[in-house]
C-alpha cells in the first residue's frame, strides 16, 4: 500500500490582518467555512486559487481528525460537532459539499495509509527486537556457563560495573502427557455460541432468547 506524503498546515491565501496587538500576525487555518475567491466579481476562480482552498481545507479537516483522538471528550466532541456542521452547512450546494466531502476522504485515505505503514514498521521492529533478545539470552548463558565451569557453585559474580546473580527456583516439566494417570491432571470445559446456527435460526423467524440479528452497511472510499 503506497504511503502518503503527510498533510501539513497550508497558510491562508487571504491577505493577514492586524491582530489582537496590532501587530499584522494571523493564527493558523483552522476554518472549514469557505472562503470567496479574489477576483473581479462574477469572474470564475483560477485552478491556482481553487487548489490552494482544496489544500487549505484539507489541512483544516486533517487537525480535526489529530482532535478527534484528544483524550478530553469536550475537544472530540467540539471538533465532530465543526465537521458535522460543515458538511451540513453545504447541504444544497452542488459544488460545496462534494469539495468538503472529497477533502475528508483524502484525509481519510491518508491516515489509513499512514496507519499500514506505522503497521508494517512495528512488526519489522518487532521481529528486530526479537532477534536482539534472543542474541542477548544466548550471550548471557554463554557468559553463565563459562564462569560457572572457571569457579563452580559460585551463583554470584561481581565485575567493575556489573552484578551478575542468582535464584533458586522449581518447575514441573511434563516429558509424556498421556503417560500421566489421569488423578494427575485437570480438565477444563468451555462453551461458544454457535452463530451460523444461531443466524440461521434467528433468519427463519424464530425467537432466541439472548440473541438478536443485526443488520449492518459497511463502507468504502474508492
Wanted: aromatic content about 4%; hydrophobic content about 40%; some cysteine.
Amino acid at each position: 500500500m503506497p504511503v502518503l506524503t503527510p498533510i501539513h498546515e497550508v497558510p491562508s491565501t487571504a491577505p493577514a490582518g492586524p491582530g489582537p496587538d496590532g501587530s499584522g500576525a494571523s493564527g493558523p487555518v483552522c476554518s472549514l467555512q469557505r472562503v470567496a475567491p479574489q477576483g473581479a466579481p462574477g469572474k470564475s476562480s483560477s485552478l491556482w486559487q481553487l487548489g490552494i482552498e482544496a489544500q487549505d481545507l484539507t489541512a483544516a479537516i486533517a487537525q480535526l481528525a489529530e482532535q478527534l483522538e484528544a483524550e478530553e471528550e469536550d475537544t472530540r466532541n467540539r471538533a465532530l460537532a465543526e465537521l458535522e456542521t460543515a458538511l451540513l452547512a453545504e447541504e444544497g450546494n452542488r459544488q460545496a459539499l462534494p469539495a468538503k466531502a472529497d477533502a475528508t476522504c483524502w484525509v481519510i485515505e491518508h491516515l489509513r495509509g499512514q496507519a499500514a505503514y506505522r503497521q508494517q514498521q512495528a512488526r519489522r521492529l518487532t521481529d528486530l527486537a526479537r532477534s536482539d533478545a534472543g542474541r542477548a539470552d544466548a550471550l548471557e548463558q554463554s557468559l553463565v556457563l563459562v564462569l560457572t565451569r572457571l569457579q563452580p557453585g559460585t551463583t554470584r559474580f561481581s565485575f567493575p560495573n556489573h552484578k551478575l546473580t542468582s535464584r533458586r527456583s522449581e518447575a514441573v516439566e511434563i516429558a509424556d502427557l498421556e503417560a500421566l494417570d489421569p488423578q494427575w491432571l485437570m480438565f477444563k470445559t468451555s462453551a461458544q455460541p454457535d452463530k451460523a446456527a444461531i443466524k440461521s435460526a434467528l433468519k427463519s423467524g424464530q425467537q432466541i432468547t439472548g440473541a438478536q440479528l443485526l443488520c449492518r452497511r459497511s463502507w468504502r472510499i474508492t
